[in-house]
């Protein structure tokens, strides 16, 4: 299919998992690992989020090679009491790992209504609202929080320390869609710099800092500086509580101590995950927890509209309108990351499926 800068390529999802399960099996992920690796990808590609999807495979791919991630890495429960879980990733791939981790949680919070775990030496592990929507699919509430390599500075510096430090939750509802809230805690994903930076685009001003502390819309020097915090010291003081309960909490490497993805070759990332999963059949029957919040989104989208608006949108419900354009018509893929997947390919011996 031709393509071009402006129009990425489409490719049927079911095929886009074949392909990144066959690229992970090629570099010893064991093939049950591989499946729930790729479907944390590509559904995350379908879902818009294309920043944390099937584009980050090539530096996972990587990291493996070199060493920096275990392709088998084990979970395993280092504490338990009650309704709390410890685990250590192993070092194995954090999509993996955080799914382990939800399978024995949910039994958790089953039990006791809520289940809260800690995961350590873990990696970058896409985006949190893939994990969120998939624990609202089986009546939870998945609140997720993750540290990241370092990004941001504090309010008033220019140093990176913290990574965007994103917080998630997704909320089950009779419309559809869930209700999902997934920010990060800067004022935009540091994905979204990448993505400029590879397709060689400018980045808005406001977003970032360069190397030496002044404001920049060239995506590179961005990538060399800072990202901005969201709303000044708000943000700040949320990466800091992310940072407090995915790093300092979790056992797991803090601020500056967090591996880079792309920068560090030379040593694992050590990220820290927390969840906290809410069975909502606790509170209230789930018909009525459902009921309660369509009537709420019911009444947020009847509220009087802003000059030029034709409709009040809720949280979660533009990515479910991109989920099914993209199930219908085929995941965008950039053309560099195209080329970066070909390219494993070739080198795996792997059949290249995307064209």
């Known amino acids: 299919m031709p393509t071009s800068s402006a129009s990425p390529a489409r490719c049927d999802a079911a095929r886009a998992r074949e392909q990144v399960r066959d690229v992970a099996v090629a570099v010893g992920v064991p093939p049950d690992d591989a499946i729930r690796f790729a479907d944390a990808l590509v559904t995350t590609t379908v879902q818009g989020t294309s920043t944390h999807g099937i584009s980050r495979l090539n530096i996972y791919i990587r990291r493996i090679q070199a060493g920096l991630i275990n392709p088998k890495g084990v979970l395993t429960v280092l504490q338990e009491r009650g309704g709390v879980l410890v685990f250590d990733a192993g070092n194995g791939l954090g999509q993996v790992q955080t799914l382990k981790a939800l399978d024995q949680l949910a039994i958790l919070a089953r039990t006791h209504g809520v289940a809260t775990a800690t995961i350590r030496n873990s990696q970058h592990f896409g985006a949190q609202s893939y994990y969120c929507n998939r624990m609202a699919e089986q009546g939870f509430i998945l609140l997720a929080l993750t540290n990241c390599e370092p990004a941001m500075s504090p309010e008033g510096g220019y140093q990176a320390y913290f990574g965007t430090n994103p917080i998630a939750a997704s909320f089950p509802t009779g419309k559809g869609f869930p209700v999902k809230v997934d920010l990060a805690t800067s004022i935009v994903a540091r994905g979204n710099i990448i993505a400029a930076n590879k397709q060689k685009k400018p980045i808005p001003s406001g977003w970032a800092l360069d190397g030496e502390g002044r404001p920049t819309t060239d995506a590179a020097e961005a990538l060399r500086g800072t990202v901005m915090t969201m709303a000044g010291h708000k943000g700040y003081a949320l990466a800091l509580m992310v940072e407090v309960f995915a790093g300092v909490l979790a056992g797991a490497a803090i601020g500056a101590q967090v591996g880079s993805m792309y920068k560090d070759m030379d040593r694992p990332q050590g990220v820290g995950h927390f969840l906290c999963l809410f069975d909502i059949s606790a509170f209230m029957p789930m018909g009525e927890f459902t009921g309660r919040l369509d009537r709420t989104i019911d009444a947020i989208k009847a509220c ?52």
């Open 304 to 355: 009087q509209k802003r000059p030029g608006v034709d409709e009040i949108l809720v949280p979660g419900e533009r990515s479910a309108r991109i989920a099914q354009e993209n199930t219908r018509l085929g995941i965008p893929i950039e053309e560099a990351t195209l080329g970066e997947i070909e390219a494993l390919c070739t080198e795996l011996k792997v059949p290249f499926r995307l064209r």
